[in-house]
């Protein structure tokens, strides 16, 4: 299994509600990635999570809040969001250092839309 | 961070070679050199990555400046399905095990049959 999954694929959400997009992969990887993409524009890393512990939060807003329940599964749950956070949100994996320099596995996106 | 310059959109003609070029004049010692590329509707691909020497997979080849300022992918024989964005990434450590890879804007690359 070579795939990192997102659900789901599209969202739409009022600026009141409470959601989460998950992410999972079954590589045995050990770093996981949030991005966020807007249109044409390239992916920006939100936060890093390797072996479960967050190690890199850049500068995210608070109504962003990753959790990494265990090393298959990301979380990030999403609440109060405003009409700007509509965006692309990908979801990468990478294995632990050494076997392979940081390549990244990249899953489809949860197409996020901010009403 | 350490960071690329690229074109922003280049053209080929099908079953062509396609040279993308990336300049990277900040680069140091330590940073690994990536490729990856988006297709349209999809997340990133890892296309290839290299340090010092040239490198070939079954999807490219990367051909990288003796003094590393510099790097070029190599598509042998450019198809319909390899238009994409294509970005060159320096790769940084994040922490124990993991990477943080910065995108620049990307090459748009179209294939004309």
């Known amino acids: 299994d070579t795939e990192v999954t997102q659900t789901p694929k599209h969202l739409v959400m009022g600026m009141t509600n409470k959601k989460s997009l998950k992410c999972e992969q079954h590589?045995?990887?050990?770093?996981m990635y949030w991005y966020k993409q807007k249109a044409k524009k390239p992916p920006e890393l939100m936060f890093v999570?390797?072996?479960?512990?967050?190690?890199i939060n850049e500068s995210v807003p608070s109504r962003f809040s990753p959790e990494c329940p265990n090393s298959s599964l990301l979380n990030l749950h999403l609440h109060a969001l405003q009409p700007e956070d509509s965006a692309l949100y990908l979801c990468?994996?990478?294995?632990?250092?050494?076997?392979?320099?940081?390549?990244?596995?990249f899953g489809p996106g949860t197409r996020l839309t901010v009403t | 961070d350490a960071k690329t310059t690229q074109p922003n959109s280049m053209e080929s003609n099908e079953e062509e070679p396609v040279h993308l070029p990336c300049n990277h004049s900040?680069?140091?010692?330590?940073?690994?050199i990536h490729w990856y590329r988006q297709l349209p509707s999809q997340g990133p691909e890892y296309v290839i990555h290299?340090?010092?020497s040239n490198v070939n997979n079954r999807m490219a080849s990367l051909a990288i400046a003796e003094d590393r300022k510099s790097s070029t992918l190599i598509l042998h024989r450019a198809t319909l399905r390899d238009a994409a964005v294509y970005y060159c990434?320096?790769?940084?450590?994040?922490?124990?095990?993991?990477?943080?890879?910065?995108f620049g804007k990307g090459t748009k690359l179209s294939v004309i049959p």
């Open positions: 999570y390797s072996y479960e512990k967050l190690s």
């Open positions: 990468a994996s990478s294995p632990p250092g050494g076997k392979a320099p940081g390549e990244q596995y």
């Open positions: 590589m045995g990887h050990r770093a």
């Open positions: 900040t680069i140091s010692g330590t940073d690994y």
């Open positions: 990434i320096l790769r940084d450590v994040a922490g124990a095990g993991s990477y943080q890879l910065t």
């Open positions: 290299g340090l010092t």
